[in-house]
């Protein structure tokens, strides 16, 4: 139990500079809920349940858009799926005799920097490690989004226009230093970008909403990149087996 209780400790401990960035992506993300015509505590809900803000951007960008559920379901699978991929890479790291409701609650809370300090971690996965950083960041994530939607409602609606643009700046820091670093990237994004506008402008797509435009756009500039371009295979890791044997982290 001492092993639980330090884990979820140091879990909380690394949690909060993640909870700090959270709190700031979601206020500005909380903006955009605004303008979808949400209340605070359906954006509080949609947060608490959507640990993303690329989905949760294109999920409010389907509610602008009076799109249908199916629609919703499509976009938020495509932005979102990478978390499956991260969710089976943290599977290996498991004890083979942790529970499937630990599995399922780590699953379920995992996001981009909640998987960066679990992965580095040595030895195997203590869930209540996942546990605390969970328990610091996603209600700051849920809760900057809350505010963001009652900051909306009372600030002029200049200063609202001028703050959801800062969501689109968050992107963009995502995107150039990935492209910086690496010309196919550099180039798979400005394809998009051509292609993105050029889609725009054709009339036979018109009938199809922005939002399935971007997913299906996604998908296969994706796919064509990786297909085109396929990662360079890297030296096997040694087995995950032997970092069990190096630092049992788990308590059973």
Known sequence: MNRNRNAFINGIRDGIPIALGYFSV??????VAKKAGLSPFQGFLSSLLNHASAGEYAEFTVIMANAPYMEMAFVILVTNIRYMLMSCALSQKFHPKTSCIHRFLVGFGITDEIFGITIGRSGSLNPYYNYGAMMIALPS??????????????LPASIVSALSVALYGMFIAIIVPASKADRIVRGVVAVSFLISFAVSKI????????????SLLTVVIAGAAAYLFPAKSEEEDEPVKDSFKEVPEYDS
């Open 141 to 154: 994530w849920s809760v900057g989004t809350a505010i963001g939607i009652v900051a909306g409602n009372i």
């Open 26 to 31: 979601a206020f500005s993300l909380g903006i």
């Open 203 to 214: 009339s036979l797509f018109d009938a199809m909403s922005d939002s399935m435009k971007i």
